[in-house]
C-alpha cells in the first residue's frame, strides 16, 4: 500500500522561501497533492501534480516532483505570517486500486518576523 | 452553497456516552468519508461511503459506526465513548470520479471524552 512520509516541523523567517517535503512509496502512476490546514479550521486543497511531471508553479507556490527518488517538494516563495499553517502531502492512484488519497503527518509551519 | 458542514463544533462526553457526529453536503458529491486527526499522527481514515447506500471500513473503525442517511447526508456514530476517541473528527466529500481527486473539508468537531 502507499506510504507518505514528510517532516513535523519548519520554521522560516517571513519574506524567506520555505521548502516543505514529502517522500511516498506507491510506483504506479499517481496523483500528488499538497494540501493546507489553517488553524481551526478543515484541509483544504492548494494544488496538485500528476506523476508524469517535474514541476508545477502557481504563484508563489512551485512543486517539484522527483520521480527517481519519490520525492515531492512545496516550496513558497516570499513566506508570509498568512502562511503559516499545517501542510499535508497526498497521493492517491491514478488507476486501479483504492482511488482514496493517502496522507502523510502534515508539517507545521511557522512563520516568524 | 455552504459547502461540508458539520455539527456540533465542540463536545464534550463522558467515558460510556454515546454521541452522533453529523455531516451534510451541498456539493452533490457521490463519496463521502470520515476522519479524525490526532497531533503527529496526520489524518486518518475511519470510515467512507462510496456512494449513497454503501459503507466501508477504513484505516481505524473500531468503536465507531456510520449512516449515509441520503447523498447529503454521512453521520459518525460513537456508541460508548473512549477516551482514546478524543480527537478532531473530519468529514470530507468527493467526485467519485478517477484522475484528480479532491476532497472538500468540513470545519471539524472536537471531541473530548473525559
Known amino acids: 500500500g502507499e506510504d507518505v512520509e514528510q517532516s513535523l516541523f519548519l520554521s522560516v523567517r517571513e519574506g524567506d522561501s520555505s521548502v516543505i517535503n514529502c517522500t511516498y512509496t506507491?510506483?504506479?502512476?499517481?496523483?500528488l497533492y499538497w494540501y493546507k490546514q489553517e488553524p481551526g479550521a478543515g484541509l483544504q486543497l492548494l494544488t496538485y501534480?500528476?506523476?508524469?511531471?517535474d514541476m508545477k508553479q502557481d504563484q508563489r507556490l512551485t512543486v517539484l516532483l522527483n520521480k527517481k527518488d519519490k520525492h515531492l517538494s512545496l516550496r513558497i516563495a516570499d513566506t508570509q505570517t498568512g502562511d503559516s499553517a499545517i501542510y499535508f502531502c497526498?497521493?492517491?492512484?491514478?488507476?486501479?486500486?483504492?482511488?482514496?488519497?493517502?496522507f502523510g503527518r502534515g508539517t507545521s509551519l511557522i512563520v516568524h518576523p | 452553497n455552504a459547502g461540508v458542514t458539520q455539527t456540533p463544533k465542540f463536545q464534550v462526553l463522558k467515558t460510556g456516552q454515546s454521541m452522533t457526529l453529523q455531516c451534510a453536503q451541498d456539493?452533490?458529491?457521490?463519496?463521502m468519508y470520515w476522519y479524525r486527526q490526532d497531533p503527529g499522527m496526520g489524518l486518518r481514515l475511519i470510515y467512507y461511503?462510496?456512494?449513497?447506500?454503501?459503507?466501508d471500513k477504513g484505516e481505524v473503525p473500531n468503536g465507531y459506526n456510520v449512516s449515509r442517511l441520503n447523498k447529503r447526508e454521512f453521520s459518525l456514530r460513537l456508541e460508548s465513548a473512549a477516551p482514546s476517541q478524543t480527537s478532531v473528527y473530519f468529514c470530507?466529500?468527493?467526485?467519485?470520479?478517477?484522475?484528480?481527486?479532491?476532497?472538500?473539508f468540513g470545519p471539524g468537531t472536537r471531541l473530548t471524552v473525559l
Open positions: 497526498a497521493e492517491s492512484p491514478a488507476s486501479g486500486g483504492s482511488y482514496i488519497p493517502t
Open positions: 506507491d510506483s504506479s502512476s499517481t496523483y
Open positions: 501534480i500528476f506523476s508524469n511531471m
Open positions: 456539493m452533490n458529491h457521490n463519496s
Open positions: 461511503s462510496a456512494s449513497e447506500g454503501t459503507t
Open positions: 470530507a466529500t468527493g467526485p467519485r470520479d478517477r484522475g484528480i481527486y479532491e476532497q472538500f
